[in-house]
């Protein structure tokens, strides 16, 4: 397939090695400080398992001229939340509409606002659960473990783009998937606040009471508003915060694959507050704030987390300097 990740950030590259690796005809559709590494030594990406991928650039195709959509078998949009208006008004410009449209981003709003921009298009929500960090110009390490699911559709697309080091299932459910990701990813800011690893967070037991609380009140304001939430882990979701709130050596027995990650690993937003970028705490604790106020459920953990977020603090917190 002749494949354009629109928005060639970390996940857009860690994924685009992977499926022109595969055969996939790949365009990177990005800006130049991050294309033009690529185009001086290839594209390489590893893994917390050990997967090591090298692409050469003459194997991609980079571009900061969204023309390229014209050619495109499918468009995958790995920007930001606060881009996708202005990539999907780049999609409708240029892109086939026989060509499907697939949101590999956080959040709800992302699909939402693709699919409204792009009547007549094939829009697809997705997720994906891992994260991924540049190591360096070119270099993209996948720190976290877990399998992209993208909503049911025509064409048998997760067979077609799903490879080994890659896998993409199709999920009938995709909107309880989503819900299921946005709970977890509101651990991102707790991260970006903590200036600890995700390792170091999830063996602390005070961190992981915060998480807990936080995750908690995200599922009560979920279930009031009537949203279903797949579960991440083999737990059901009303679980997870029972076992985050266990002992130090008994989660960590029992939550074993929450532990499988890079030692090194951090959220993309504890990278984005370090680096003064725009995060994307609005898609997520924001979410749940306006879900809370539709379903009359207060929200007030989130609402403090988002506001220190926003503050962007000069240095790491403590989980009683957040809960306070």
Known sequence: MKIVIAGAGSIGCYCGALLAATGHAVTLLGRARILD?????????TDFSGLHRHVDAQDLSLSEDPACLAGADAVIVTVKTGATEG????????APRTAPVLSWQNGMESARTLGAMLPGFDVRA??????????????????????IVIASGPGA?????GSPD???VESDEIEAVQWGKLVVNLNNALNALSGLTLREQLLDRSWRRLMADQMAEALGVLKAAGHPVASMTPLPAWATPHILRLPTPLFSRIAARMLTIDPNARTSMAYDLMAGRVTEVDSLQGEIIRQGQMA???TPLCEKILGLIEDAPDAPLTPDQIAR
């Open 37 to 45: 590494p690529i185009n001086q030594k290839g594209l390489t990406v």
């Open 157 to 161: 697309l997760g067979q077609a783009l």
């Open 87 to 94: 990539m999907a008004a780049l999609i409708a410009q240029y």
């Open 166 to 168: 890659l896998p993409v």
């Open 126 to 147: 997705g997720m994906v659960p891992f994260n991924v960090v540049p190591t360096g110009p070119a270099d993209f390490h996948r720190a976290t473990s877990g399998e």
């Open 296 to 298: 009359g459920v207060p």
